[in-house]
Each structure stands twice: as C-alpha cells, then as structure tokens.
C-alpha cells in the first residue's frame, strides 16, 4: 500500500504546490511514517492570501444568522465524525483513544457550537449625543491567521476558526507540523457543511511557514499557540504589519493542597494535571506544593495510583489510559530534564525512565514520574517540561506558598485544594494566573475564557470576550443638526 500525500487545502480543495518539497509524519506509538504533506511554498501561500479574500468577500456580506446556521452544520458533521477524527488524532498525537474519543472533538465541536450560537445575538450600541447621535458595528477584522501546536491539534483549530468564522472573518490555519490531518478534515466539513470556498484554508509545514502567516501584510491577526519563545519570535514579526495577537503560551502552573483538603481528590487532580495525554497540556499543575501535615498521606496514594492504575501501551487500545509522548527528540528532552532532576539532588518517587511497552515498543514512551523532596529553584521545578513529570514540593505557611507558587515568568493555570471556602477564594485570587481551579483541574468549558498571565500569554480563547478579539469596532456618527463651522 503506497503511503498518503496530503496536499495544502485552498479555495475549497486541495492544491499541489510547485516545489514539490513534503514532509513526513510519524505515528509516535510505532516510530513508522504513516503521511506525507507538502509543505505550502510561495506558489501555496500566494493562493491561500487569494483565495481568503474571496472568502471574506462571500462569508462577511453573510448575516450572522446565515454563518450561524452553516457552522451548526459543521458542529453535527463533527460529532457525526467523532470516531474517525478521534482516530486520526490518536494516530497523529500519541494520545490514548480513550481520552481522544470523548475530549479532542468533542470540546472543539463545543467551541464552534458556542461562537455559532453568539454570532446573530452581538450587538453594536447607539447613544444620543445632543440631538445627534453615534451608533457602532462590531466589523470582523478580514484575514486571520491561526498557527497551531501538536497536542491537541483538531481541538486547537476549532478553538481559533471558531470565533474567527463566526465573527464573518476569513482564516488561514497552519497547524503544526508533527500533526497536521485533523485540520484538512475540519477544512472539508466546512465545505460539506456549506461555508464558502476560501473561508478556511489550511496550509502547511514548519516554522518558516508560520513565520510567513506573521509577517504577510494582508493578514490582520495571528491567533498563536506554542511556546514561549516561539510566542515572542510571532509578536515580534507580528509588530511589522502591526497585526493583533493572541497568545496561547506554556505555563509551569502550581497546584496548593491545603491540609484540609480531601486528599484522594487531590491526588486525582495532580495525576489529571500530569499524565492526561502522558504530560503534554500546557495547564498542567507541574509544580504541585502539599502542606507538611498531609505530604506523606498524599505522596503514599500518589505513589501507588500511579503504579498501579497507569497502563501504557498501543493508543488504540481501549484500556490504555497513557499514551506515546510526540517524538523520539521530544522523548529526549523529557528525559533530559529527568536527568537534571536527579542530578540537582530531587528524588524519584516512581518513574524516570522511558517504557517499551509490549504492544507500542517502539513508542516514544516516557514513565509517569514523580520527584518529591524538590526545591523552588531546581531546573525541574522552574522550566516547562511538557512531559509527564511531576515536582512535589511542601509548605506550611499560606502567604509563602503563596509567593512561592507566583515566583515565576509564567502564569497560565493554578489550583488550590481546601475544604476551607474562604481561604479557597482568598488564595486563589492573590495567584497570578489565568486560568484557577478550586477543588478541581483541568475542565475548559467552552463558555469558560482561557488565557496566560505573565509570559503564558495574549488575550484569550473561549467565553464570550473572544468574540471581540476577532472584531474591531466601527463608530459611526450621525449629524442630525446643521454643522457650525468658522470657515
Ligand atoms: P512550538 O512553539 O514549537 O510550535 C508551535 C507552532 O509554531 C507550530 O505550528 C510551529 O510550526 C510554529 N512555529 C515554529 N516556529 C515559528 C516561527 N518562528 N514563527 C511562526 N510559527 C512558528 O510549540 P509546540 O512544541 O508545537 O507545542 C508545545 C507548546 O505549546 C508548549 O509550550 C505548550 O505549553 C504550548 N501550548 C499552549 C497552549 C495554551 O492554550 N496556552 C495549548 C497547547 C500548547
């Protein structure tokens, strides 16, 4: 059987580029090359800037009902689809099929339902001014870019095209490189479902074609989600065209377990916000500080739930529950750090080390691993990792954990444990994050806006504000006396 070629998705269909230049993709549980794409060079990206106007032309001039209706259409072609998307994710991610088939579609479907259903209730609002007044449309911005990481690579593009299309905008989406099918399935159920050819192209490859996306002039926005220091090299060209920016960054987020806290639930939230999709979520709780009183309790089940509960193994499989990390380079740097984490004097409770399983052996596996009897300013505990490793830390004194736990650059997620409602709230609006959970980690409900403080971030995605990050706002004011001029 001859491998796939996936050509860039323009103007409504596929496009072969005129380099001929492709790319590789690997399943990470079996290190084979199962795809490859073209990369979009400049004959690609020429197109993708041609056919978005078009796009605009025909889905801005639509009524927002119109828009709504067809993106609903998308949103049940999704759901219809659910399994075989879940497949390519899992076969293009790692992940276990066991979260891909009830998260990655489903709350990307989520999001495009939601900005759907907003689109016809945004308003403009009018205000007397005299006896003349003033009156305000919200206008999409034109073009908008959306440049996409790996982990959860369907979910990501239905989180930026989401709000972008529902505001009437036209987008072009370059997801990233080590996944990048789930997206041309989201570009041909939109034009299943009946939005015009030229509203969402993908194209693809590697940095020099996101890179590209930032600095073409006829782009208005770039929604980017990443790394840090990619996220800076976007800003950075993105200033050029002075385009607006989001910024969906990392984070090396705390988890406060107070010791009142139920410790079970507790222990459930730091295995949630470590080893769902084996480490690689940008909110995780990487730095996880237990009160002294309740450490050895916490540590103890911590340590055999993870040994007893995790299983690793082939993806597909219905009860593997812990999945291949993206890439053989990517196991390495996990590995790394693990190296330094013992090298700078942390102690291994389970784990550190890569795994073969019998029926994924050639998957980039890393163990889920915990260090406990780490310090604040270890490389583990400071540095994202993006892999299944997890730092314990104590503490016994509310406002230094406090400081400790905001002694970062970072700041996208935190959580806090306590049967105590008062110190729950009191504590959690003194942590410098976006993103806060109480007695809980990790759910992102459509409804709910999610974005960095600090360097984890630009704006935010999901909840209603979203929808004015892909607006700009029209005054327009209406004379109804006669003008009084000097001249
Ligand atoms: P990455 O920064 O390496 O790549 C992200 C995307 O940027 C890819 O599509 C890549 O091709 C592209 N890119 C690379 N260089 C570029 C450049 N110079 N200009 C424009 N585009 C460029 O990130 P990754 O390894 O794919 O993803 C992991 C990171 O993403 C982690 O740091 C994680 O925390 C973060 N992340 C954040 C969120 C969030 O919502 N805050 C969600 C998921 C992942």
């Not at 609903?72 to 293009?92: C, F, G, S, W």
């Not at 996409?148 to 930026?160: E, M, S």
């Amino acid at each position: 059987m001859t491998t796939p070629v996936y050509q860039n998705f323009i103007n409504g269909h596929f496009l072969k580029n005129q380099s001929g230049e492709t790319f590789a993709v690997k399943n990470p549980a079996t290190d084979d090359v199962i795809y490859y794409v073209e990369v979009a060079d400049a004959f690609i990206q020429n197109a993708a800037i041609q056919s978005a106007k078009q796009g605009f032309a025909a889905w801005s001039t639509m009524s927002p009902i119109e828009r709504s209706r067809i993106l609903l259409k998308a949103v049940a072609l999704l759901r219809e689809r659910n399994d075989l998307l879940a497949k390519i994710e899992v076969l293009d991610t790692g992940k276990p099929w066991q979260e891909a088939e009830c998260v990655d579609v489903q709350t990307g479907a989520d999001v495009i339902e939601y900005f759907a259903g907003l689109a016809p209730a945004q308003v403009g609002q009018q205000q007397m001014v005299g006896e003349d007044f003033y009156y305000t449309r919200k206008e999409p911005l034109g073009i908008c870019a959306g440049i996409g990481a790996w982990n959860y690579p369907l979910q990501i593009a239905c989180w930026k095209s989401g709000p972008a299309l529902a505001a009437g905008n036209a987008f072009i989406f370059k997801p990233s490189e080590e996944t990048p099918l789930g997206a041309i399935k989201l570009a041909e159920i939109f034009i299943e479902a009946g939005v015009p050819a030229g509203v969402f192209n993908v194209v693809q490859g590697a940095a020099e074609v996101g890179q590209w996306l930032t600095q073409s002039a006829d782009i208005e926005k770039v929604s980017f989600t990443g790394e840090v220091g990619t996220g800076k090299k976007v800003v950075a060209s993105a200033a050029g065209s002075l385009k607006d920016v989001t910024m969906e960054l990392g984070g090396k987020s705390p988890l406060l377990v107070f010791d009142d806290a139920d410790i079970s639930q507790a222990v459930s939230a730091a295995m949630l916000g470590n080893f769902y999709t084996q480490g690689e979520i940008c909110t995780n709780c990487t730095r996880i500080y237990v009160h002294k009183n309740v450490y050895q309790q916490f540590i103890d089940e911590l340590k055999t739930r993870t040994e007893e509960n995790i299983i690793a193994g082939d993806p597909l499989d219905p009860n593997v529950n812990f999945g291949a990390l993206i890439s053989k380079k990517h196991q390495q740097l996990v590995m790394s750090y693990i190296d330094k984490g013992i090298s700078e004097g942390a102690a291994l409770l389970t784990g550190g080390k890569t795994l073969s399983p019998a029926s994924a052996p050639n998957g980039y596996f890393v163990a889920p691993t915990v260090f406990i009897d780490c310090t604040d300013d270890m490389t583990i505990v400071k540095e994202e990792i993006f892999g299944p490793v997890m730092s314990v830390l104590t503490f016994d004194d509310e406002d230094d954990v406090i400081h400790r736990a905001n002694d970062t650059h970072l700041g996208l997620a935190a959580g806090v444990f306590t049967k105590d409602i008062k110190r729950a709230h009191r504590v959690i609006h003194q942590l410098q994050a976006g993103i806060c959970w109480i007695n809980s980690y990790g759910n992102s409900p459509a409804e709910m806006p999610v974005g960095g403080y600090k360097q984890s971030g630009i704006g935010r995605e999901n909840g209603i504000e979203t929808l004015d990050h892909y607006t700009q706002t029209k005054s327009i004011y209406v004379g109804m006396t006669n003008i009084e001029s000097p001249f």
